[in-house]
């Protein structure tokens, strides 16, 4: 399939033949990866507590799946110590991070190999529902029960149905664009 730029200069693909029904192979994942970048997303800490501990990672794959029931889905790397963890414990909070807290997602990216024990002793931590770590600064926090768990390739998919909130809108969201940290602005 051969790209060819429109009359405002954009470049369009011709649909690809598995639109009828026939399959497609995917795009490489170095070609899957070259795109990535031009992806901007929220950064958010996910974090849980239960019978197989306390753990936290940074992530940017994170979505609102449904309003009704409340619902969220995560994508959560299967290499990741926290994986297991929190598939275990059946209980996560999302934390979106302000644009003030980068270190922190510095820092449960595993940034340092700071031990996750000791990472959640920056920042201030309580809990809501769940007794999943809720970040008492994030833009807003998603404490959650854990509904399902797909494995996709590299990641797992959390389904998660919010059982509790809190959030504060008084500051700028931390994103990802560009292989580099960013913020957000109103146009």
């Not at 809990?127 to 809720?134: E, I, K, N």
Request: aromatic share 4%.
């Amino acid at each position: 399939m051969t790209a060819r730029p429109t009359a405002d200069g954009s470049v369009f693909a011709p649909a690809p033949a598995g639109l009828h029904g026939e399959a497609v192979e995917s795009v490489s994942a170095s070609e899957f990866r070259a795109a990535l970048p031009g992806f901007a997303t929220a950064i958010s800490i996910i974090a849980t507590n239960g019978p197989a501990g306390v753990a936290g990672m940074t992530c940017s794959a994170v979505s609102v799946a449904s309003d009704t029931p409340a619902t969220m889905i995560a994508c959560v790397s299967r290499r990741s110590a926290a994986n297991t963890v929190i598939k275990t414990n059946g209980v996560l909070c999302i934390n979106c991070l302000p644009a003030t807290r980068m270190e922190l997602s510095q820092l449960f990216a595993g940034v340092g190999q700071v031990p996750m024990a000791e990472r959640f002793a920056t920042g201030h931590w309580s809990v809501l529902a769940t007794g999943a770590p809720v970040l008492r600064d994030a833009l807003a926090a998603f404490d959650c029960e854990l509904m399902d768990a797909h494995e996709v390739g590299t990641h797992t998919v959390l389904v998660a149905r919010v059982v509790a909130t809190a959030h504060t809108a008084t500051a700028e969201p931390l994103v990802y664009h560009r292989q580099q940290y960013a913020t957000t602005r109103a146009l």
